[in-house]
């Protein structure tokens, strides 16, 4: 099994940034890929960065420009840089974790974070 555990949201203006963090435990081993995933209320859930070794960092269009994803191994942690952030981007940060490379950035995505809210005020 793999734990995630994500960190860092919070209220932020228009225009500001913020740093999420996902912590990742247990068997790590089995994770080939990463992802941050966003849900606004009333919507589904939509995939926004990932990330895998070898493989083009992949970011929605949306984003491009404004958002890092990057990892770091040593701590087993994944982020995700936020810089310009926009009303739009209010909602339920999700971080995830799939076993296989096939279908990158889809997924399937096996293991969940428990979310981190992110709220941009105009």
């Known amino acids: 099994q793999v734990q995630l555990v994500e960190s860092g949201g919070g209220l932020v203006q228009a225009g500001g940034s913020l740093t999420l963090s996902c912590a990742a435990s247990g068997s790590i081993s089995r994770i080939k890929v990463m992802g941050w995933y966003r849900q606004a209320p009333g919507e589904e859930r939509e995939l926004i960065a990932g990330?895998?070794?070898?493989?083009?960092?992949y970011y929605v269009d949306s984003v491009k420009g404004r958002f890092t994803i990057s990892r770091d191994d040593a701590k087993n942690t994944l982020y995700l840089q936020m810089n310009g952030l926009k009303p739009e981007d209010t909602a339920m940060y999700y971080c995830?974790?799939?076993?296989?490379?096939?279908?990158?950035?889809?997924?399937?995505?096996?293991?969940w974070g428990q979310g981190t809210q992110v709220t941009v005020s105009s």
């Open positions: 990330l895998s070794i070898g493989i083009t960092t």
């Open positions: 995830a974790a799939a076993q296989s490379q096939v279908t990158y950035p889809l997924g399937p995505y096996a293991y």
